[in-house]
């Protein structure tokens, strides 16, 4: 039963036996079965043959078929071979690719059964009573909206289910999502709290039976995993549900004995189907060549066609009347008198001329191979298979090998132009490490301090010391063992308690707090207890009443906890910037930041701690109003995000931390190695502006001698970039513009060649010298002082200082576009991205001066900015480059599929990115191998593959045409039919080996010899010269063969 509002759903739940009406409305819903299959016997046939028939030589064959089938069987024209010639052969091309086709999808509908027809329990209402509690076996594709599942430790849930009892304490469940997202973390569920004070209502299994009629009001079927908005009516109370009650179809439950959970959603309606989509169909960039190539194959067979039919009308005017052996009608009357063998002769009048140009475009058919798809098809497959198995990608230590999730865009490998990377689990190994902590006006480093930062670090054993005291270092220690969402889980081999995270972050700070002694020894749903024997302050237990949780957009979390002694107090930690706006001004802030400034300049990732005190009175008329948001059914995430910004203000800075985040194997050698390829990366980071840019120098996407370009807003002021872009493109058309007007007066004016040199080495130096000035242009030897300052923003990067006299425009014929320097790179931040992004006039600026720089960074973007920087260079940069974005987590999803290749790389951050990309790999490294030698190999190798057919069918096509001259251009064919249907079967082993086998060159080779990438990055192996000369090479051949035949038969 629908709600009246199309955004929400009413259901009734089964905690009493249903009305007629009731399971009327039930079976409203859709079933719990679940098809991945594109076809089913009927639409089988429909279907697939019109996916075949999207492809342009498959509709050019048939309508050549048709066009046989009119001129064999109707007077309109004559056909020189008779329909099945090709026919046939397309035949058998769509019921190879039909056949494929069908036991792909095969195996889909038998991987589908297996999982509806697998087995679990369901509560039967009927048949219990409170003292026996009845469960029947039902096929999941049988479970229906309002039934009460069981689910038993370690089985995985069948629908979407609202948490109503579990075994465990406060009916908390543990799930994995490793299905969904990939985490394998312990996550928690609660049951929703339909009894008093906010609490379960279930002791028992039973209590659920026999309450009478029940409902809940959800949102409609949606693909937002992480989010679920309900309230549900149950014993005359109407309680709020949200994800933290929803178990997950997919996910498994873990640790915990069984638990009963309301099904809200099933089969398609799943978050898990809803969000699972089938993938966007890429194009590789060499089909559309071959596309074009089709359609500039089938103008030369209709020039071919019409010259031969010009031909055969200069021959008819000439030679017409002495035809008379032909039974032409013109010639009837020049018959010898002497004969009478043509008495009986059934004289034909002339054909027209038009309809032989139908007669010769059907005779030149073969011009187009039709093997073409199936051939490229193979070796496309080929490729794939080679990337699956190739040993020198397979990660030993995850075990994990590299897969190719699409195989038709194997040779975009070996195009690529433009590489987006995500930096943590990308570039880096996503294994956080505490390493510093800044606490009031000290910084702690975990063993020797090895920095030059301008301060003296202290051991972190002293950090503990001073938490003993209370003051800061405790509130430190509390906030780090607190405020987060770790879960507990035993080793069931050691025994010992592990701490589970939903990021690595998370867990390397728990851990850090265990290890300076204020350790999480138990936790419940209402409670965490501590152990901070380690600072002297024995067990302590904190009541934790509320958790606002992180979120891209807030990009903080923050608990509010009670102490034993009715202390309230709120922790929150989050991005500095963030943090730092809604804290209170203290004495220790230029202390941190000079901290924070030092850790970044070392590559460390850095999060802002503040805590904030309430009264017990306070405390609880701030919950009150949370609790309202919780419990709002309509605007509740609006209503939270509100109570939240109430609390998060006026907090209390009370320390901040650094994580190292490795770099991964080999990194560096990589990105050097991909950048000599003349591939440009561009690295999209969460991340602060210097820790991206000390991380840059570290895996060498900045060079030493690199000129930075910083691209901030001065003092938030958004009409800044608009400012720095324009004085930027202005510097550098100056810079050209003065270029090429040296050469001018070089060559107009030789006698004045030294007057001119010093006129033009003035004038240029001046702007350049203000550009290593103002683009903080600083190199890696310089004084870290410099670096210092340049990470606290005294250098922005702003054109404050160039000459504004200078003139604007550029040069006629010269392009910034055409400039590129191995010497410079592009800094910006997100606020900055913010602004540009939807400006067309500085899009068009931005990409302007990054296509001039080697390298781009950009900090502090989202996800979404990610996503559409990826598609501003793919679809502004002229000609249209190929991009590949690479990337490890949720929030690369969005730029692996806007880029024409995507890459997932199967890290610590869930399977989604990996999912949602057309190649998998375990490392960074594997990239190099990936495009170097597995992209360059399958694009030459298609490139000769397409380049032969399409060369054998020219030869074939020309002699046919040569032959005409030999047959009075009457459209009769040279061969027998059998020749032609059997033409490109019997020649297509040759092109197929070529696809799938040739190696040009050795892969040390072209992992030393970096320039060779190049003929597929500039296109150099299938192109409209490069096909003329195969199309040459194919028209000479057909003269020497046929003229020599012809000699020698003749």
């Known amino acids: 039963m629908e709600a009246s509002s199309e955004m929400w759903r009413t259901a009734c739940v089964r905690t009493a036996p249903f009305s007629q009406q009731e399971e009327a409305e039930c079976k409203k819903f859709t079933d719990n079965s679940i098809s991945t299959g594109k076809y089913n016997i009927i639409t089988f046939w429909g279907k697939s043959l019109f996916e075949q028939f999207a492809r342009l030589a498959n509709i050019y064959f048939l309508v050549i078929s048709m066009m046989m089938m009119v001129g064999t069987y109707t007077d309109l024209y004559d056909s020189p071979l008779t329909p099945w010639t090709t026919l046939g052969p397309l035949s058998f091309v769509l019921a190879v690719s039909m056949f494929k086709e069908g036991m792909e999808d095969i195996k889909r509908h038998k991987s589908d059964a297996t999982i509806n027809s697998t087995l679990t329990s369901v509560l039967d209402v009927e048949s219990s009573t409170p003292e026996d509690v009845v469960y029947v076996k039902k096929k999941w594709k049988d479970v229906k909206v309002g039934d009460i599942v069981k689910v038993n430790n370690n089985e995985d849930i069948p629908a979407d289910l609202v948490l109503l009892y579990s075994t465990e304490e406060e009916s908390v469940a543990y799930i994995e999502t490793a299905n969904i997202d990939g985490e394998t973390n312990l996550k928690i569920r609660n049951a929703a709290n339909t009894g008093a004070n906010n609490s379960p209502a279930f002791e028992t299994a039973s209590a659920i039976l026999n309450n009478g009629s029940s409902s809940i009001v959800y949102e409609t079927p949606n693909p937002y995993i992480h989010t679920f908005t309900g309230t549900l009516d149950f014993m005359g109370k109407k309680t709020p549900v949200d994800q933290g009650n929803i178990l997950l179809r997919g996910a498994t439950l873990r640790n915990t004995r069984f638990c009963l959970g309301a099904c809200v959603?099933?089969?398609?309606?799943?978050?898990?189907?809803?969000?699972?989509?089938?993938?966007?169909?890429?194009?590789?960039?060499?089909?559309?060549?071959?596309?074009?190539?089709?359609?500039?194959?089938?103008?030369?067979q209709c020039i071919l066609s019409a010259l031969t039919m010009v031909g055969y009308t200069a021959f008819e005017a000439r030679k017409g009347d002495e035809m008379w052996y032909l039974c032409n009608g013109i010639a009837q009357d020049n018959v010898p008198a002497n004969t009478t063998l043509y008495n009986s002769c059934t004289w034909e009048s002339s054909s027209d001329a038009w309809g032989y140009f139908f007669t010769f475009f059907i005779l030149y058919n073969n011009f187009i191979p039709i093997s073409l798809y199936v051939t490229v098809e193979m070796c496309n497959y080929a490729h794939a298979h080679y990337i699956d198995n190739d040993l020198e990608m397979y990660d030993e230590e995850q075990d994990v090998p590299a897969a190719a999730r699409t195989s038709n865009l194997g040779s975009d490998l070996g195009q690529v132009e433009y590489i987006f990377s995500d930096k943590t689990g990308t570039l880096t190994q996503n294994v956080m490490r505490f390493q510093k902590a800044s606490v009031g006006t000290a910084s702690y480093a975990v063993g020797e301090d090895t920095s030059d930062a301008p301060f003296a670090c202290l051991p972190m054993g002293k950090l503990s010391d001073e938490a003993r005291g209370g003051g800061d270092a405790y509130h430190f220690l509390a906030c780090l063992g607190l405020c987060h969402t770790i879960v507990l889980d035993e080793n069931e081999e050691t025994g010992e308690i592990e701490y589970k995270a939903e990021s690595p972050d998370e867990e390397a700070l728990v851990s850090a707090a265990a290890s300076l002694g204020f350790s999480l020894v138990e936790r419940t749903s209402a409670s965490m207890t501590i152990d901070a024997d380690g600072i002297g302050q024995g067990k302590k237990k904190f009541t934790v009443h509320a958790t606002i949780p992180f979120d891209s957009a807030r990009k903080r979390m923050s608990v509010l906890v009670e102490s034993e002694g009715g202390k309230f107090t709120l922790y929150s930690k989050g991005a500095d910037n963030i943090m730092l706006e809604r804290a209170k001004k203290s004495k220790s802030l230029e202390h941190m930041n000079?901290?924070?400034?030092?850790?970044?300049?070392?590559?460390?990732?850095?999060?802002?701690?503040?805590?904030?005190?309430?009264?017990?009175?306070?405390?609880?008329?701030?919950?009150?109003?949370?609790?309202?948001?919780?419990?709002?059914?309509?605007?509740?995430a609006d209503r939270m995000a509100e109570v939240a910004a109430q609390v998060e203000t006026g907090l209390d800075l009370v320390g901040a931390t650094a994580i190292e985040d490795a770099l991964q194997e080999d990194v560096a050698n990589t990105i050097a190695d991909l950048m000599k390829c003349g591939i440009k990366l561009w690295v999209l980071t969460g991340d602060k502006m210097e820790t991206a840019i000390n991380i840059g120098y570290s895996c060498k996407v900045l060079q030493e001698d690199m000129t930075l370009i910083k691209l901030q807003a001065i003092d938030g002021d958004p009409e800044s970039i608009a400012r720095q872009l324009g004085k930027l493109v202005q510097h550098f058309g100056q810079v050209t513009r003065l270029a090429k007007n040296f050469f001018e007066v070089f060559n107009e004016r030789l006698d004045d060649t030294k007057a001119g040199f010093q006129n033009f080495k003035k004038r240029v130096s001046r702007p350049l010298r203000a550009g290593s000035r103002l683009f903080s242009g600083k190199s890696r030897g310089e004084s870290e002082e410099g670096r210092s300052r340049e990470g606290m923003g005294e250098s922005s990067g702003t054109l404050e200082n160039i000459d504004e006299e200078t003139e604007t425009i550029l040069p006629e014929g010269v392009d910034l576009s055409q400039l590129e320097s191995q010497h410079m790179a592009l800094i910006i931040d997100g606020?900055?991205?913010?602004?540009?992004?939807?400006?067309?006039?500085?899009?068009?600026?931005?990409?302007?001066?990054?296509?001039?720089?080697?390298?781009?960074?950009?900090?502090?973007?989202?996800?979404?900015?990610?996503?559409?920087?990826?598609?501003?260079?793919?679809?502004?940069?002229?000609?249209?480059?190929?991009?590949?974005?690479?990337?490890?987590?949720?929030?690369?999803?969005?730029?692996?599929?806007?880029?024409?290749?995507?890459?997932?790389?199967?890290?610590?951050?869930?399977?989604?990115?990996?999912?949602?990309?057309?190649?998998?790999?375990?490392?960074?490294?594997?990239?190099?191998?990936?495009?170097?030698?597995?992209?360059?190999?399958?694009?030459?190798?298609?490139?000769?593959?397409?380049?032969?057919?399409?060369?054998?069918?020219?030869?074939?096509t020309f002699m046919l045409f040569f032959y005409g001259f030999m047959a009075a251009f009457s459209g009769k064919s040279l061969f027998e039919d059998m020749v032609y249907s059997g033409y490109n079967f019997f020649l297509g082993m040759p092109p197929l080996m070529i696809g799938m086998f040739d190696k040009d060159m050795s892969q040390r080779t072209m992992l030393r010899f970096h320039r060779v990438y190049m003929s597929g990055r500039e296109r150099m192996d299938l192109n409209v010269p490069t096909l003329a000369s195969w199309m040459s090479q194919g028209v000479f051949d057909a003269i020497l063969i046929f003229f020599m035949c012809y000699a020698v038969v003749g």
């Open 265 to 300: 959603y099933t089969g398609s309606d799943t978050k898990i189907v809803q969000n699972s989509r089938q993938s966007r169909t890429k194009l590789a960039n060499i089909d559309s060549t071959v596309n074009t190539t089709i359609y500039l194959i089938m103008f030369a």
């Open 594 to 636: 000079q901290h924070l400034s030092a850790y970044a300049s070392e590559g460390l990732r850095t999060l802002v701690l503040a805590k904030k005190d309430f009264s017990a009175g306070d405390g609880k008329a701030w919950l009150k109003k949370w609790n309202g948001a919780l419990s709002a059914t309509e605007g509740r």
């Open 831 to 956: 606020p900055s991205l913010a602004h540009i992004l939807g400006d067309r006039e500085l899009e068009r600026q931005l990409l302007q001066l990054a296509c001039i720089c080697k390298a781009v960074i950009a900090c502090r973007v989202s996800p979404s900015q990610k996503a559409l920087i990826v598609r501003l260079v793919k679809k502004n940069v002229s000609p249209t480059p190929m991009t590949l974005a690479i990337g490890d987590g949720a929030n690369d999803v969005g730029m692996i599929q806007e880029a024409q290749v995507g890459v997932g790389i199967s890290g610590k951050e869930g399977r989604q990115a990996v999912n949602s990309s057309d190649f998998a790999i375990a490392q960074f490294r594997f990239l190099r191998r990936l495009l170097m030698v597995h992209g360059r190999w399958n694009y030459r190798r298609l490139c000769k593959c397409i380049l032969y057919s399409f060369y054998k069918n020219i030869v074939l």
